[in-house]
């Protein structure tokens, strides 16, 4: 697919800014992304439906779990 050098980025972003959601252990990240990239990682299942009024989106254990591998691939100092 020819988005996904850009969800693998916009993933790992989700994982910088990301915060515990709730006492579940839970991940919640703000979804300031194109709507387009975060549709298909929604459908892909790595996040909630970002189509809410809510400003942030649920990254699911999947999602969390690659969003912080991905982090540390694109970003971390060496």
Do not use: C
Request: without cysteine.
């Amino acid at each position: 697919m020819e988005n996904d050098g850009l969800e693998q980025t916009v993933l790992a972003l989700l994982y910088f800014n990301s915060f515990d959601g709730d006492k579940s252990g839970g991940k919640r990240a703000w979804k300031g992304f194109p709507w387009s990239l975060m549709d298909e990682l929604h459908e892909k299942g790595y996040i909630s439906d970002p189509a809410t009024k809510t400003k942030s989106v649920w990254l699911s254990e999947k999602g969390a779990k690659l969003s912080e591998e991905l982090f540390e691939k694109l970003f971390a100092a060496k």
